[in-house]
């Protein structure tokens, strides 16, 4: 053994002296692992749980192949461990490449036969270990490991801090060694470490290692943003990498980070902007997330609602219909994930189509691409109290109470046995409790509660409910919590608590750089109660700056009278507003033309001009207050009616819309095209469905669905053959499903559309939920969506070999798996080899996607040598080529955790003839490796 193994006369605890020999070999060099690769190669260790007896870590490592059992299937952990067993621990352990073609020693029986051979060599090539000995060159592969021995391989391996003391039971030469893993944890100080190593200690080390020095897997990685990338550990820690060269989107991209001190090298795309997942988390609210941070402007409106249009939501069947664009939209704090609360009494209950419309953009601009999902809601869950809370300076009549939900009010709520009032508080989560009774700091009260429910009538559990509220004592005053510029003129505050908004009036003063002020800004609430918005008073800007400070007086107040008593500055630069508005797309439907602007807009012009691009014809428009809606920079002009279809040419004057900077920046004169579908606009009709989806079998290798569509004006075709208008089972269609039509020029005739999906898609026979929407008649107007809750689909995904592993309850079995249920499981359908050597006698059993196989192998010798074989029926007798291990173990079903077991592998052959229960055949050529 290399540089660890035995006593030296010299007085070094570090010399290498090989056994016993009075010459003392050269210092030893650094070892061929690096740390990194050490550290790489026990993050192959990694366990979802701590493992907390010997036995469960021997499981552990066992799992990862490190370990093996005995032929009886046990762990055996009493027993010594020899230096051949120690020697496959640690190739196995360490990561080590088994070395073959090589004998480096001339013990009796070391031949390439020898299992043990692969893992000495490649213990040896390591420089982990060498020959007990060196000048005979003897391994001694049946001998003990001693624990110093096993204490010298773990502290090269892991390159550990040689020890300034020593105290430990290990001989002169190992004291060093012994201290060190004693010093890491990984073996315990009052070890007998001259004594011979258990397989029970090793396990303990191994395990331990793992523990300290495991390099935690990437379970995850994400780009959020072109120069943000999110990574997940199997440790469930996260790190955001922050690049300085941005990602180009659909471009796999190597990136190189750190994380608790291990360097890791991972490859990220960045993805193209879009919806994750649409869920209602109960009945009252919808989230839709994204794989980007948003533009707020763009699912945020002025007023705290969802901007119009952007997300649509549709009920189907007898579910409660909802007005989306009537719902509080809320970014979450990354901007990922947009939250919307059904307004009023709505609530979700039934079958929806949920769609995102491309008018949603990421925070560089990209817009998120067009998403529908079928979505099913029933909520079942009872609102439950997250928070009972009561806070005064002395004495109060409030309660404010949290729920896990939104919840409705009508409930009846007792306050220390006196009936209170509900009012709903900041958020349909919270309502707040009126008593009449006085409350006082530091006093517990009783709080109950009966029939609260939530939006789909859920009552809360038990009802009535109890809980307790201790009023707690805030003498504190608010403070600022941040202070942003937000815009030319505005200022963003937020408080460390709820402010009296009234209490802000005259409070905030601007100065100008010279110290004279300029006015009191004007306050407005915010987001929520902590959170205002302060206009400045007129002022002057300088070059396009304006540089001063704001004055922050006394008497800011909390909702429960506490208020400041010190001033304070703060110093602002304001920056002129002198970009103009642009035109970012002008359409045309069926209520008008719809001008997009890129900011909020006030109209001033009286007019603008539509050329008709065919005939050069110039019409002009009127405009009035009455003749168009502005809404968040979208201007709708509906007296734009009775134009012939065709390419048209907008054209606004400069100064037709102007910003709401102070300075009111007027748009440069602009031209934009529009296509106008049809000669009036007056038509609302949606194209109707007047055949219903149908299977209609088998064409060629895909699977046909059909169904007849209509409308008066004519359908918009490309919307019909669409594929991202149709899912299956609330998914994508397969990839390669393509859609035809018979359609025969005549704007009115019905429609009969043909969807093909490839049979190789379709991974089970059973009725599979068809849903149809955005299709489009040539006014725009959009379908109903249809929804086909049961169209008849067979299965023509080929099942596949998916795993072999050996049985934990019978080390003779073998486990294989299937991804499916599958039929005609024969063992001539299998390649199933042991050490490389096929195995010809094999019986296997079971049904459905898991069968059991037991390899029979006989025994006999081979040159005079014990041996276990598998008989290939071509030559009688023993030959080489038909030897699975030399050992002396009886014939009959063979223990695959058997020591001598290096290497098991399960094909499947080319003439397989397994089958699904569809008849598909399975797939020939997978190979899995079982591990040990």
Do not use: C
């Not at 020890?163 to 010093?183: E, F, H, L, M």
């Not at 009012?423 to 309502?431: C, F, Q």
């Not at 719809?594 to 006030?602: A, G, L, P």
């Amino acid at each position: 053994m290399s540089d660890m193994s035995y006593p030296t006369k010299e007085k070094s605890q570090f010399m290498n002296v090989q056994g016993g020999e009075k010459k003392v070999m050269k210092k030893i060099l650094s070892v061929a692992l690096s740390t990194a690769m050490a550290f790489s190669m026990f993050a192959s260790v990694a366990f979802g749980e701590t493992a907390t007896t010997p036995q469960a870590k021997f499981d552990a490592l066992a799992a990862k192949g490190v370990l093996n059992g005995y032929p009886d299937g046990q762990a055996h952990l009493e027993k010594d461990l020899t230096r051949a067993e120690f020697a496959k621990i640690v190739t196995k352990l360490f990561g080590l490449s088994e070395v073959t073609g090589k004998l480096s020693y001339k013990d009796k029986g070391y031949t390439a036969s020898n299992w043990a051979v692969p893992y000495i060599e490649a213990a040896t090539a390591a420089n982990l270990m060498q020959g007990k000995d060196t000048v005979k060159g003897i391994f001694d592969y049946n001998g003990k490991v001693t624990v110093e021995e096993v204490a010298a391989v773990l502290f090269r391996a892991l390159k550990l801090e040689t020890p300034a003391t020593t105290d430990n039971s290990a001989s002169a030469w190992a004291k060093g060694y012994a201290q060190a893993v004693i010093n890491a944890g990984l073996v315990a100080k009052g070890t007998n470490f001259k004594a011979n190593a258990t397989r029970s200690l090793v396990v303990e080390a191994a395990y331990a290692v793992d523990q300290i020095s495991a390099k935690p897997a990437v379970t995850s990685i994400e780009a959020t943003s072109p120069t943000n990338v999110v990574v997940v550990f199997a440790d469930k820690g996260t790190v955001t990498v922050t690049l300085t060269t941005a990602l180009v989107q659909g471009v796999e991209t190597p990136i190189t980070f750190k994380y608790k001190d291990h360097d890791y090298t991972e490859k990220v795309t960045l993805a193209a902007p879009k919806v994750l997942s649409v869920t209602t988390p109960n009945s009252k609210q919808l989230v839709v997330k994204f794989n980007r941070p948003l533009d707020a402007d763009t699912v945020v409106a002025s007023d705290g609602t969802l901007v119009d249009g952007n997300v649509s939501v549709t009920n189907l069947g007898t579910a409660p219909g909802v007005t989306i664009n009537t719902a509080g939209a809320a970014l979450s704090d990354d901007k990922t994930e947009l939250t919307l609360t059904l307004s009023g009494t709505q609530y979700f209950k039934g079958q929806y189509t949920v769609t995102v419309t491309d008018a949603i953009k990421t925070g560089s601009a990209e817009k998120v691409a067009p998403y529908t999902t079928l979505l099913t809601v029933a909520d079942t869950t009872a609102p439950t109290i997250v928070s009972v809370t009561s806070v005064a300076k002395a004495t109060t009549n409030k309660v404010t109470v949290k729920f896990s939900e939104p919840v409705q009010i009508g409930s009846i709520a007792y306050v220390d046995g006196v009936a209170a009032g509900v009012a709903t508080g900041s958020s349909l989560n919270e309502v707040v409790l009126t008593t009449g009774s006085t409350l006082v700091t530091g006093k517990t009260y009783d709080v109950s509660f009966l029939n609260v429910q939530d939006f789909a009538g859920n009552f809360i559990t038990p009802n009535p409910t109890k809980a307790t509220v201790t009023v707690v004592s805030d003498l504190d005053a608010p403070a600022i919590s941040s202070f942003t510029v937000n815009g030319e003129k505005t200022v963003k505050v937020v408080f460390s608590k709820a402010v009296d908004i009234n209490s802000l009036n005259g409070t905030f003063t601007l100065l100008n750089s010279s110290g004279v002020s300029q006015g009191a800004f004007t306050p407005a609430a915010g987001s929520d109660s902590k959170t205002f918005t302060l206009t400045a008073p007129a002022f002057t800007f300088t070059n396009g700056v304006f540089n001063g400070t704001v004055v922050v007086g006394t008497g800011i107040r909390d909702l429960l009278g506490n208020t400041t008593s010190a001033t304070s500055t703060q110093a602002v630069t304001f920056t002129k507003d002198t970009v103009a508005p642009t035109v970012t797309s002008a359409t045309y439907g069926s209520t008008g033309l719809v001008v997009k602007f890129s900011e909020n807009v006030n109209v001033k012009g009286t007019s603008f001009t539509l050329i008709n691009d065919s005939t050069g014809v110039a019409t002009p428009i009127t405009v009035a207050t009455s003749t168009y809606t502005n809404t968040d920079g979208v201007v709708t002009f509906n007296n734009v009616t009775g134009f012939a279809s065709g390419n048209y040419t907008l054209r606004l004057d400069a100064g037709f819309v102007k910003d709401l900077s102070a300075q009111a920046n007027g748009n440069a004169a602009s031209v934009q095209t529009v296509a106008i579908s049809a000669t009036s606009t007056t038509d609302t009709t949606k194209p109707a469905i007047t055949v219903a989806p149908v299977a209609t079998g088998k064409v060629g290798t895909d699977q046909r669905i059909q169904f007849t569509i209509q409308d008066a004006n004519g359908l918009n075709l490309t919307t019909v053959r669409d594929i991202n208008n149709y899912t299956l089972d609330a998914k994508a269609l397969p990839a390669g499903s393509y859609i035809t039509t018979n359609y025969s020029g005549t704007a009115s005739t019905p429609v009969v559309v043909s969807l093909y999906v490839p049979t190789s898609g379709i991974s089970a026979s059973k009725g599979y939920a068809l849903l149809i929407t955005g299709i489009q008649d040539t006014l725009g107007n959009v379908i109903t969506p249809s929804l086909t809750p049961s169209i008849a689909l067979v299965d023509g995904v080929a099942p596949t070999l998916t795993t072999a592993t050996i049985s934990a309850d019978d080390s003779t079995r073998l486990v294989i798996n299937f991804s499916e249920n599958v039929v005609g499981v024969d063992a001539s359908d299998l390649t199933i080899k042991v050490n490389n050597v096929e195995a010809k006698n094999v019986t296997i059993n079971g049904s459905g996607s898991k069968y059991f196989a037991n390899i029979n192998v006989a025994s006999g010798t081979y040159n005079g040598a014990s041996v276990l074989y598998i008989e290939n029926g071509t030559t009688a007798g023993v030959q080489a080529e038909e030897i699975v291990a030399y050992t002396s173990d009886a014939a009959g079903a063979l223990s695959l955790n058997a020591v001598y077991v290096n290497a098991i592998s399960v094909a499947v052959k080319d003439t397989a003839t397994i089958t699904d229960g569809e008849g598909n055949n399975i797939t020939t050529g997978t190979s899995i490796n079982v591990a040990k």
